[in-house]
């Protein structure tokens, strides 16, 4: 099974290019800086994931995507190879979009993270708990 769930920001707005062909489809191509769970000593704190979307998917991204958006990603990985100018092996392993979401609310958008998490939003129906539940207070 080939399977890759992402969610993370645009680091940049998504290039677009088209096919060439009867038919031109287009293609988008965009990196996403997806937080890693733990951060060691010294170490970035984010994986830089490059994605490609092809026909419609490449269309939404190129009218709905834009920097620092939070999206998430569903696709495949696809490794491919190929020989640079100097006759040297290159590697590149990309995620093929398959499935694009918005990942947070359009008046979040232009907001940073920090700020997003300071605020209290009880119209969204969730409110941060101070309290500690014990396994005993839960009803199953």
Not at 45 to 67: P, Q, W
Not at 68 to 86: F, H, K, P, T
Not at 95 to 116: L, M
Not at 129 to 139: G, M
Request: net charge negative; proline share 3%; glycine share 8%.
């Amino acid at each position: 099974m080939n399977k890759a769930i992402l969610m993370g920001r645009l680091v940049r707005d998504p290039e677009i290019r088209y096919s060439q062909g009867a038919e031109p489809k287009a293609v988008a191509r965009y990196t996403l800086a997806v937080n890693r769970r733990f951060k060691q000593e010294n170490q970035l704190d984010a994986d830089f994931i490059n994605c490609v979307a092809f026909g419609k998917a490449g269309e939404f991204a190129e009218k709905y995507l834009h920097k620092g958006m939070m999206i998430s990603v569903v696709g495949r990985l696809q490794v491919r190879s190929w020989d640079d100018n100097e006759g040297k092996k290159r590697w590149s392993t990309d995620v093929v979009v398959e499935e694009q979401y918005f990942a947070e609310k359009k008046s979040d958008a232009g907001k940073s993270v920090s700020g997003n998490q300071q605020q209290n939003n009880s119209e969204d129906g969730f409110y941060p708990i101070d309290e500690t539940i014990e396994d005993s207070d839960l009803p199953f």
